[in-house]
């Protein structure tokens, strides 16, 4: 086996990330502020490994990848009410959804006044 050979077969993080996981995220969430705007999801550590698989190797922590990759597409990561780590998100709705939502409502429902609307009842 040649020097090329051996450099070429070394393993590295890369090697265990997923650029579509991080799009899929980043094309079915929006980032948002804080963890009390209706609707908001917590993704802290241990969801974010999971969402991502992203578990520690020997070669290094893949979540740091996609991390950096988050906070390049506008996903910063934020301290939660509990104070740990954490990217506040709302999730994209499908057309699907907005489309059941619109034959519920009306055309001009929103989340949020839907959400005020089931409380009332």
Same mark, same amino acid.
Not at 24 to 53: M, T, W
Not at 56 to 84: C, H, V
């Given at each position: 086996?040649?020097?090329?050979?051996?450099?070429?077969?070394?393993?590295?993080?890369?090697?265990?990330?997923?650029?579509?996981?991080?799009?899929?995220?980043?094309?079915?969430?929006?980032?948002?502020?804080?963890?009390?705007?209706?609707?908001?999801?917590?993704?802290?550590?241990?969801?974010?490994?999971?969402?991502? *698989?992203?578990?520690?190797?020997?070669?290094?922590?893949?979540?740091?990848?996609?991390?950096?990759?988050?906070?390049?597409?506008?996903?910063?990561?934020?301290?939660?009410? *509990?104070?740990?780590?954490?990217?506040?998100?709302?999730?994209?709705?499908?057309?699907?959804?907005? *489309?059941?939502?619109?034959?519920?409502?009306?055309?001009?429902?929103?989340?949020?006044?839907?959400?005020?609307?089931?409380?009332?009842?």
């Amino acid at each position: 086996m040649s020097k090329d050979d051996t450099e070429s077969a070394k393993v590295s993080i890369e090697d265990f990330v997923s650029v579509h996981k991080l799009t899929a995220f980043c094309n079915s969430h929006l980032p948002v502020d804080a963890e009390n705007i209706p609707g908001a999801e917590v993704y802290n550590e241990a969801r974010l490994r999971k969402y991502f *698989q992203a578990y520690p190797r020997t070669i290094g922590d893949p979540l740091n990848w996609y991390l950096d990759g988050l906070a390049r597409n506008k996903f910063p990561m934020r301290t939660s009410s *509990q104070g740990e780590p954490a990217i506040f998100v709302i999730r994209k709705m499908t057309p699907h959804e907005s *489309q059941m939502i619109e034959d519920a409502f009306g055309r001009d429902a929103t989340p949020l006044a839907i959400e005020n609307n089931e409380e009332e009842e």
